[in-house]
């Protein structure tokens, strides 16, 4: 009877949150979906929270039309903050164009990792991985490898050596998504990235997917993980007066994958809602 309570209260959080991280779908993460575990966030979730409390490795930055775009960082900010609260040392890979986002907010940010060693985990929001003919492409299949540092190889390292992966996209080019590779060629004809993750999230953007990591985190350990109001946003637009556009528009504007402006905002406020009622559960 127990078992089957927990599982009820599981299967209510997951709705919830999933409501929200794969709304206003645009590219077929509705049909990723189905082919993922039955509770993948709080799986990913439970996942971290089992870690050693030492450094994890988030990996960002994703190059559209020659700058980096808004989708990705602003995600990793904020999951980064959360695994702060809980007692880990986040630290960033990312490539130059991205790492002065980083600067002043308490998170380091660094442009080379040698190894894995040392790291409780790996976390990757959205950031390109290889095809399998080992190039890295966009969503229209052009390549972005002159663009791209290969931090995909130390997924396949952590693979090889046992340190937990997770990984965050929105389309199927993204590290993580080797795990649903037949799916992504099959259903939505791209041609996928083929490094797998221990645990893939999908979400309708990468951003949301890594605000409904710490929305599950925070329903795990009742802490107040997401940011305050406003705090995202303006991390977005600190962004974009360093560079990164819009990864749909091409518009240096603070909006994400040609979203309305202040829908970030929104997602957030749609995820605090539902960690409230997740409290009632």
Not at 89 to 112: H, M, N, Q, R
Not at 243 to 259: C, E, F, H, L, Y
């Amino acid at each position: 009877m127990e078992e089957n309570s927990k599982k009820d209260r599981n299967d209510r959080i997951k709705e919830l949150l999933e409501a929200v991280t794969l709304s206003d779908s645009h590219r077929g993460m509705d049909v990723v979906r189905k082919h993922l575990p039955d509770h993948y966030l709080l799986d990913a979730a439970g996942e971290i929270l089992s870690w050693k409390r030492g450094r994890v490795l988030l990996t960002t930055g994703f190059y559209v039309r020659g700058f980096p775009e808004t989708d990705g960082p602003v995600g990793t900010f904020v999951l980064a903050k959360a695994l702060q609260s809980l007692s880990f040392s986040p630290l960033v890979l990312t490539d130059g164009g991205c790492e002065d986002y980083f600067a002043g907010t308490g998170i380091k940010a660094v442009t080379e990792a040698a190894d894995v060693s040392g790291f409780s985990g790996l976390i990757s929001i959205e950031r390109c991985g290889r095809c399998a003919d080992g190039d890295y492409k966009n969503m229209r299949s052009v390549s972005i490898k002159d663009h791209t540092s290969s931090f995909d190889d130390l997924f396949l390292l952590a693979e090889k050596t046992g340190i937990p992966t997770i990984g965050i996209g929105d389309g199927g080019n993204e590290i993580g998504m080797g795990n649903v590779r037949n799916v992504v060629q099959g259903e939505l004809h791209l041609d996928p990235c083929v490094v797998p993750c221990d645990h893939l999230i999908a979400a309708s953007v990468s951003n949301w997917g890594a605000y409904g990591l710490a929305a599950a985190l925070s329903v795990f350990t009742k802490k107040p993980l997401l940011p305050e109001e406003g705090e995202a946003e303006r991390f977005l637009e600190h962004t974009v007066l360093l560079g990164s556009i819009d990864g749909v528009t091409g518009k240096a504007q603070p909006t994400v994958d040609g979203r309305a402006p202040g829908r970030e905002e929104e997602i957030l406020s749609g995820l605090r809602d539902a960690i409230r009622q997740c409290e009632d559960l």
